[in-house]
């Protein structure tokens, strides 16, 4: 995939020791799996990499799962981790594409400018039998300069005020089933359904084998649900992981993304003043 926000396997093989790399892990996985990413990471992971913890780098007083941090908590999680500027930082996962997104448009929204994925993530990178190490990996402290570009991030307001006016259209990426409001939501005490007026785009319609559907299967893929590629767009998930998978798609399709919806369904579907629909959106 020709792309200005992916590199292969091949790209981090030959570039793999350059001083000015920055390389994250970003596996997660939901609670109810038992598997455990930094326990992973330790196990192996690809030479140099450092373990970003979606769960920790976050707003941890929000009582809303991985929310962005504030710049200042921002800058010091990078600093820890040995990620500064003018890096090159190239982002992955355990599963080929999901959470290594969430990471893309984090580092994006604090203001990196140089932020790649890895095509196919670490299934790829082990399937074709290139290294990996063990434990820990320590670098030294580098200044990172967070800016929160707020144009990256819809609020809840934001997210209001586009499904009133049309001026965005609100893309959902949770299953299906979910967004009609007939299977129930992971996490507990959510009302099931969703946004009036948003439009649905599983991320499973857009991703093949852990790799971003690419040119004009992922414009139709889009476009099939509704998704006017003219108009802008404020993807919605669960809770801003596979939100990003959808911001990921808009971008690479050529679309204009207006802002990810932080909050996601875990704001929405928890609030009393927030409407809820079932059945299918009106273009389905």
Not at 216 to 226: K, P
Request: net charge negative; glycine share 12%; charged share 20%.
């Amino acid at each position: 995939m020709t792309s200005q926000n992916f590199v292969t396997t091949e790209w981090l093989g030959a570039h793999l020791n350059e001083p000015g790399l920055g390389l994250i892990d970003a596996s997660w996985h939901l609670p109810p799996t038992g598997r455990n990413g930094a326990a992973e990471f330790r196990a192996g992971h690809i030479p140099g990499a450092v373990f970003f913890d979606i769960d920790a780098i976050a707003d941890t007083s929000s009582g809303l799962p991985h929310m962005l941090p504030d710049p200042v908590a921002f800058a010091s999680a990078m600093r820890k981790l040995g990620l500064g500027d003018g890096m090159h930082f190239v982002v992955y996962d355990a599963f080929g594409l999901m959470t290594a997104a969430r990471v893309w448009w984090t580092l994006r929204a604090f203001g990196a400018t140089d932020v790649k994925i890895l095509e196919g993530g670490l299934p790829k990178w082990i399937d074709e039998g290139r290294p990996i190490e063990e434990g820990a990996t320590e670098r030294q402290p580098r200044h990172f300069s967070a800016r929160l570009d707020h144009s990256f991030v819809a609020s809840l307001a934001d997210v209001r005020q586009a499904l009133a006016s049309g001026a965005a259209q609100v893309v959902d990426a949770r299953s299906a089933e979910r967004f009609r409001g007939e299977a129930a939501e992971p996490r507990p005490g959510l009302k099931s359904g969703h946004m009036p007026g948003s439009l649905n785009v599983p991320f499973v319609d857009i991703v093949e084998h852990g790799k971003l559907k690419s040119g004009e299967g992922l414009a139709a893929a889009l476009t099939a649900h509704g998704v006017d590629l003219a108009r802008p767009v404020i993807t919605t998930c669960g809770s801003g992981v596979t939100a990003a998978i959808l911001a990921l798609a808009v971008e690479e399709a050529g679309g204009r993304l207006a802002g990810l919806y932080d909050g996601s369904w875990a704001e929405w579907g928890g609030r009393d003043d927030c409407a809820v629909a079932t059945g299918a959106s009106a273009i389905s």
